[in-house]
């Protein structure tokens, strides 16, 4: 066991559950933030300069010149399974191992698909506001006709392990389900999601709800723009609760505000925590801040394995030298 004096030193960014965090003090000092923040690259680097390790969210940027402040730094947890946040490349060629959380949020993350997909279509949250608002005089045949989701074609951008909890879903909808990957899955994924491989275009023309679950990249940036938003149908609705810069934010505004597509269901946002004020003036649209995993298990279950994952990355625990997450 080390002495008080040689242990490492580990930050936590943003609060934790006290129990599950009691692991980490099993081995390292520990410094955790009591609220919730955004970090500045700055910042990062004066907090990370003493710290051998250290739990993130995802939105606490590393890169190069945040990595040439932290000498002592070996190892980075995220909380989460995106890490567009992090360097991998820089984190890499200075020896810092990088971790996520992928598997235990996917079917809860399921779920608040659905959750959005549903309210989207069926106006769910404008026909709260609307009532809440004393709107409600009685009974009307007319009023906040929305559109059906059983039967219709459920298209999905991103057949990873969400995107499959997301398409074995749609059978009970009675849903045809097209996809569109970087790669085909393996047949026997496709068999067990009922799920038909397309190209891009066609996903987008054939579509009842494009539903997006791709990692946000390079590549995967403003994937979905003003084209792509007028390839699809006038009655389709669009999901978004991947990351926010997988949609051009000013496009999709446009489109809703013109009509061009019916709705759109977002749990993520190119700025977020800022939303633009067009979009939050706009009924067809469903908002919600970035809660796709938030179940009381899933999150626990998210911080225990960041806990894991960076006790084993510093060389301790039963895992020691083997994070079961490393990127």
């Not at 934790?16 to 390292?28: A, G, N, Q, S, V």
């Not at 007319?142 to 059906?148: E, P, Q, R, T, V």
């Not at 938003?229 to 999709?252: Q, S, T």
């Not at 759109?264 to 800022?274: N, R, T, W």
């Amino acid at each position: 066991m080390n002495t008080q004096a040689s242990r490492p030193r580990v930050w936590v960014s943003r609060p934790l559950f006290d129990d599950i965090l009691d692991r980490l003090r099993e081995y390292f000092d520990i410094e955790v933030e009591e609220r919730d923040r955004d970090w500045t690259r700055e910042q990062m680097a004066q907090k990370l300069r003493d710290k051998t390790g250290a739990i993130l969210g995802v939105a606490d940027p590393v890169d190069a010149g945040v990595i040439a402040q932290t000498p002592l730094l070996r190892a980075i947890a995220n909380r989460g399974v995106g890490y567009n946040n992090l360097d991998i490349a820089a984190l890499k060629k200075a020896g810092i191992v990088a971790t996520n959380t992928p598997g235990v949020l996917d079917e809860t993350t399921a779920d608040f698909a659905w959750t959005l997909l549903m309210a989207t279509a069926r106006r769910v949250t404008e026909a709260e506001r609307w009532l809440r608002a004393g709107n409600w005089k009685g009974m009307s045949f007319h009023i906040m006709l929305g559109g059906d989701v059983y039967g219709k074609t459920l298209g999905i951008f991103g057949m990873g392990r969400i995107g499959q909890a997301i398409a074995r879903r749609a059978a009970g909808f009675r849903m045809p389900v097209i996809y569109h990957n970087r790669s085909r899955v393996a047949p026997e994924i496709e068999a067990d999601c009922k799920a038909r491989y397309v190209d891009r275009d066609a996903l987008l023309r054939e579509a009842d709800f494009v539903v997006l679950t791709v990692p946000l990249s390079a590549e995967t940036r403003h994937m979905i723009g003003a084209a792509e938003l007028a390839a699809m149908k006038r009655d389709a609705y669009l999901v978004n609760i991947a990351r926010g810069g997988v949609v051009d934010d000013a496009a999709l505004v446009a489109a809703l505000r013109d009509k061009r597509i019916a709705g759109a269901g977002l749990d993520v946002f190119e700025h977020e925590p800022e939303v633009p004020a067009e979009m939050l003036a706009l009924d067809n649209v469903v908002l919600t801040p970035h809660i796709g995993s938030a179940s009381l298990a899933t999150r626990r279950a998210m911080a225990s394995l960041a806990v894991d994952n960076l006790i084993a990355a510093l060389g301790c625990g039963p895992n020691a030298g083997r994070p079961p997450n490393a990127i």
